[in-house]
């Protein structure tokens, strides 16, 4: 009698059997022998309180590679931590009056269970948390190293600050100039703050990333405009009448684009620009701007949208080729003093900001670039600048050269002028890590007005946070803590000040990788250093990614890591995400999946009957509440339904929805399954026989292996399980048969139960058991395919008549080369284009095509 497979009771006995057997904790070099190592990784989560899936399909995949790797010999590490710093922890203390620790703890609990269920290949022996004081002391004990190297220094700069929260704020975190949590109006302030030299780096990780093959070509293209290097000319502009006090030599600027000099029309400086806080000292009017600036915010996104402001300065300064014209020098809200010089000039008929400002503005529009075939005479450009390729033209010497030679000669005459020279620049700016948080990394360094800057000791480290703060008051709880601000110098014993500000939350995430390998030896670092694959969502592909390969090349620089690459990930995925529709209440407010429900093609809330409206399909996010938690999906269906589902509805690294429907599907899938393995007797397996049938049958399941074997190690899950579904069919359309293809369905049973593992885990240990196969099929090697039953038997060729296709046969391999030919001129869509017509000679390519020549 058929049984139904429980995957309720299955999957809880198969964890608690791999728990039992510590079945996939990584052996250490020595106990791996010659096996190869692959050290597989899913950026960690954030402890936010409830997985939903779009975690289960990030964890699902890597757990793909980690079961097929162990399964291919490999010595596997697969482990799984917790980024657990953070701002919303503190929101948490501030709006339930818990400590930011026991919120967090008791999100990583619930998470940890949640993930257990999945079936995940963990090594749940190596797992910690960024909020474990043993990792945080080891983080400050590798910040003062870097330090000590000059890698990290402190300097006054330009922040967002938020005046109700008090705390700086990330260009993102600044919408429409207002803060994101508070709503306050943003202020820019001057604050001294902790940098990490991650310029020094700029060439190396450029150069680098270029080389990182088995990265997707989008992130690395990313990470190079990130980092930003252009070639081109610094050079300063000198004043036509009185100069400025302490600008005397002129103003500075940097440009990639000197071979438009003589297209300049003015000058425009950074508001920050130190020439423009000097004239603003004296000017309401300009400091007036200036906050008008400030409001818009500072990221580039933000300062690319709003209209393009300036104020004249009333300052002229000298064009370098023309001593008969002068240039008027703005203060222009798009300059940024973060890049370059914070001062650029302006050649409005070939840059598009350039040119939104010179129409607002009245200003010189003369264009250079002459596009191919444009007349010089009525060549000219109204709103949109020309940015393309072409000749110089209105440009004295350059006139007739190509861009890039038109470059070359105004740098050197630059050069020869004195005014400047050729330099490279970058866009990458040194990483600012200060955070006025409480619930982060202490910074571990000491204030004393005699000593200055010093290092807490390191057999203080860590250096922990108090437990005992209050959240009752705006801002950093640190500042105002009546005794761990204040502490004696290590240097001198008198009074000082602990840092209160806390490191940067990227501060944990890019080095956490290294702890996993190892809390601190070296050998073992080094052996499974790189990360083999590294899986997570293409959102962290810029800063998450270039702050860990920043760190990657400190820690080796500072004794703490052998990789003299310094790249952490040799391979990367970065996998799509799981959608749902969304839905809101009659009052507006967002509702989760489980509240509402359809009756007769409509939407209506459970709790109220209220009609609901039925949003956009958009990205699993707690603020829409379109989650699906994958308990209630355990609960109904099993983890092997959600894994299943989530790695079958499309390419893996593109967005799948997920539906109910879509569940439902793969829950019955997981019985059609379970139907071949309970079908099959309960008797040794007899061989595979050798008639045409059995033949057939186990050239079918061979290939299947192969095939799936080669799309997960090219990350073409969905293929993987699209073949899985054309396997099932066939074994399960050869019950159908008598015995004799009895061994052959035993031997593809065996086969499937051993290419479900990274799929569908506990299922697959289900079926192994059914069929009395030796211990874990989690443990059982990958099964080999024959060669000789992947060799087909017949061969597809074209069929041509005077060079056209006309059809196409299929025929055996061993056919001679007359019946071939015969096959050809009797295949239907063929013989109709020969009928009546003289055949001269058939030409066959044999395993390719078939050509007939006709008159």
Known sequence: MATRYDPQAAESRWRAAWDAADLFRAKSPAEAGDAPKAYVLEMFPYPSGRLHMGHVRNYAMGDVVARHKRANGYNVLHPMGWDA????????????????????????????????????????SREFATCDPEYYGAQQALFLKMMEKGLVYRKASKVNWDPVDNTVLANEQVVDGRGWRSGAIVEQRELTQWFFRITDYADDLLEQVRKLDRWPEKVRTMQANWIGRSEGLQMRFEFSGDAPEGFESGVEIFTTRPDTLFGASFIALSPDHPLTLQLAAGNNALTHFRAECAAVGTSEEAIEKAPKLGFDTGLTVQHPFDPERTLPVWVANFVLMGYGTGAIFGCPAHDQRDIEFARKYGLDVTPVVLPPDAAAASFSVEDDAYTGIGTLFNSGFLDGLAIDDAKRQAVAKIESLGLGEGKVNYRLRDWGVSRQRYWGCPIPVIHCAACGIVPVPASELPLRLPDDVAFDKPGNPLDRHPTWKHTTCPSCAGKAVRETDTLDTFVDSSWYWARFASPDDMAERAYWLPVDQYVGGVEHAVLHLLYARFFARAMRDVGELDLPSGEPFAGLFTQGMVTHETYKAANGDWLEPSEVANKDGAWFEIATGAPAHVGPIEKMSKSKKNTVDPDAIIQAFGADTARWFVLSDSPPERDVEWTQSGAEGAARFVQRIWSIFDGLPETAAPAPGTDAASIALRKASHKAV??????????????????????????????????????????????????????????????????????????????????????????????QVNGKRRGEITVSKALAKDAVEAAAHAEPDVAAFLEGKDIKKTIVVPGRIVNIVVA
């Not at 074997?709 to 074994?731: C, P, Q, Y």
């Open 706 to 799: 192969a095939a799936i074997d080669k799309t997960i190690n090219e990350f073409r899950f969905n293929s993987a399980v699209a073949g899985i579904h054309e396997w099932v069919s066939v074994l399960k359309k050869a019950e159908g048969d008598t015995g004799a293809t009895l061994g052959a369905r035993f031997e593809g049973a065996s086969m499937l139960a051993r290419c479900l593992v990274p799929f569908m885990p506990h299922l697959a240990e289900s079926c192994w058991e059914r069929l009395g196969g030796d211990g874990f099929v989690s443990a059982a090697a990958w099964p080999t395919p024959d060669p000789a039953l992947l060799e087909d038997d017949s061969v597809t060729m074209a069929v």
């Open 85 to 124: 710093f953070g701002m919303p922890a503190e929101n948490a203390a501030m709006q339930r009056g818990v400590h930011p620790g026991k919120w967090t703890y008791e999100n990583i609990a619930a998470m940890r269970a949640q993930l257990k269920k999945l079936g995940l290949s963990l090594d749940w």
